[in-house]
């Protein structure tokens, strides 16, 4: 809970009951982000090491989802950093036209999942300022 990204409370995440990934150690789910340009929904998911966060970050970016462009023009996935943490992060959209943003972080081990049905332009711009 200490790491979901701003914008949301401790009120709006509860743990997931059935777990999406059977290698995580936790995994949340947290909606109605109340930053703007935010999503409808984020997924954190929490690692033992970096091998099964490596792994879940492949399968998450490869597997149901068409990768487009990051709004900068840019191809993911890709590596990110803001000097302390670092990881990779993907964008794409689903066959119900959501528009999802994957990121892991390797410092926490923590593998996150977003989707908006809004535009990708703010989805990024959020991630970007609140991850």
């Known amino acids: 809970m ?3 990204s ?6 709006d995440c509860s743990p997931i009951d059935q777990r999406d990934n059977p290698d995580s150690l936790a995994e949340i789910m947290c909606t109605g982000n109340h930053k ?3 999503p409808g929904a984020t997924g ?6 970096t091998a099964a966060l490596d792994a879940a970050f492949t399968n998450e970016s490869t597997q149901g989802l068409t990768v487009q462009p990051f709004p900068d023009g840019t ?3 890709k590596p990110w950093s803001d000097g302390a943490n670092h990881g990779s992060v993907v964008m794409g959209t689903s066959r119900r036209n959501l528009v999802y943003l994957t990121w892991s972080n390797d410092a926490t081990l923590i593998l996150a999942n977003s989707n908006t ?4 332009a ?10």
């Open 2 to 4: 200490a790491h979901r």
């Open 75 to 77: 191809t993911g996935p």
């Open 44 to 49: 954190y998911y929490l690692f033992p090491n």
């Open 36 to 38: 703007e340009g935010g």
């Open 117 to 120: 049905m809004g535009d990708a």
């Open 6 to 11: 701003k914008g949301y409370t401790a009120a």
């Open 122 to 131: 703010s989805l990024y711009d959020w991630w970007q300022a609140n991850r």
